[in-house]
């Protein structure tokens, strides 16, 4: 099976609990000495064996290898990355089942991280997982006070448009964040924005 780390809970002793994103499911894994193991490190891709267990609730993970992107040796898209993924631990926390777009997603995501700045991969990425989820509220209305927005708008977590007085927040142009819910692309955004939008990104999905 092939997945991503995206979050390791120390067990007893030199043990760890190991949660896995794979293109089906969100699952957690047992893993013996797995502190000793270099290459479980939240973030990672990789390919294991799944063993079921009779002594434990919870199977246990083997024949673990990494399937490294150029990008892992660059500290600062790691640390990035390693936030961004740990989003969607937090984010699908109660999945079990999981249809592959978010496996998918990831992985395109991955694929880029080192030639395109991670900021915008992330926004995108996040965009196309709203959508998906049908959580893009994009009917031009206030999240908070229901009536039609203007030329400017605030952002709330989950970027829900509001008006910028309603969340007392940061205003932006209307017709920039509307063409991102349409594009889900960043590119008519400068880096200034993108650094701004990125702050709500990492309040949660
Ligand atoms: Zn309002």
């Given at each position: 099976?092939?997945?991503?780390?995206?979050?390791?809970?120390?067990?007893?002793?030199?043990?760890?609990?190991?949660?896995?994103?794979?293109?089906?499911?969100?699952?957690?894994?047992?893993?013996?000495?797995?502190?000793?193991?270099?290459?479980?490190?939240v973030?990672?891709?990789?390919?294991?064996?799944?063993?079921?267990?009779?002594?434990?609730?919870?199977?246990?993970?083997?024949?673990?290898?990494?399937?490294?992107?150029?990008?892992?040796?660059?500290?600062?898209?790691?640390?990035?990355?390693?936030?961004?993924?740990?989003?969607?631990?937090?984010?699908?926390?109660?999945?079990?089942?999981?249809?592959?777009?978010?496996?998918?997603?990831?992985?395109?995501?991955?694929?880029?991280?080192?030639?395109?700045?991670?900021?915008?991969?992330?926004?995108?990425?996040?965009?196309?997982?709203?959508?998906?989820?049908?959580?893009?509220?994009?009917?031009?209305?206030c999240?908070?006070?229901?009536?039609?927005?203007?030329?400017?708008?605030?952002?709330?977590?989950?970027?829900?448009?509001?008006?910028?007085?309603?969340?007392?927040?940061?205003?932006f142009?209307?017709?920039?964040?509307?063409?991102?819910?349409?594009?889900?692309?960043?590119?008519?955004?400068?880096?200034?924005?993108?650094?701004?939008l990125?702050?709500?990104?990492?309040?949660?999905?």
């Amino acid at each position: 099976m092939r997945g991503f780390i995206i979050n390791i809970r120390k067990a007893k002793n030199e043990d760890v609990i190991v949660t896995v994103l794979s293109s089906d499911s969100v699952k957690n894994y047992w893993r013996f000495f797995g502190a000793r193991h270099s290459i479980l490190q939240v973030g990672n891709l990789i390919d294991f064996e799944e063993k079921e267990s009779k002594k434990s609730f919870m199977p246990n993970i083997r024949s673990i290898s990494h399937i490294s992107f150029p990008w892992i040796f660059a500290y600062n898209h790691l640390l990035m990355w390693q936030n961004f993924i740990k989003l969607f631990e937090v984010h699908l926390k109660d999945a079990i089942e999981l249809d592959a777009f978010y496996f998918e997603l990831l992985l395109s995501v991955a694929k880029k991280w080192g030639k395109q700045n991670p900021k915008r991969l992330a926004i995108e990425a996040y965009m196309k997982l709203l959508d998906h989820e049908g959580r893009l509220y994009d009917n031009g209305f206030c999240y908070i006070c229901e009536t039609i927005l203007e030329e400017k708008v605030g952002l709330m977590r989950a970027f829900l448009p509001t008006h910028p007085h309603c969340i007392y927040g940061q205003s932006f142009q209307k017709k920039d964040i509307f063409k991102l819910y349409n594009t889900k692309s960043t590119i008519h955004l400068n880096d200034k924005l993108i650094d701004k939008l990125y702050l709500i990104l990492t309040k949660g999905f």
